[in-house]
């Protein structure tokens, strides 16, 4: 098949993995993946999140310092908030 015979979708495909029928694996988990917590008027944070137990650990993408923990079950929007006032100087 050439890139000619190919459709819109099956073109992506090739360019991303090199072949058109091979699906794209994009990492959306692990501790690599830095977030950006944005919206509003507050400051952005750009972190990564590490479980440990029954807490997320937030660390600065940049410098790796820890910014807080995060609760895995439960309430989390207060807490980020508070980090992303904090006043971090990555941030």
Not at 29 to 57: A, C, S, Y
Request: net charge negative; proline share 5%; charged share 20%.
């Amino acid at each position: 098949m050439t890139m000619q015979e190919l459709t819109a979708e099956q073109k992506i495909r090739q360019t991303l993995t090199g072949s058109p029928l091979v699906d794209p694996q994009f990492q959306h988990e692990g501790e690599d993946v830095v977030r950006w917590i944005t919206g509003g008027t507050m400051p952005d944070l750009h972190v990564t999140f590490r479980r440990e137990g029954d807490q997320i650990t937030v660390k600065c993408a940049t410098c790796q310092n820890i910014l807080g923990y995060l609760p895995v079950d439960g309430e989390q929007s207060e807490l980020l908030a508070a980090m992303r006032q904090s006043g971090h100087p990555h941030h």
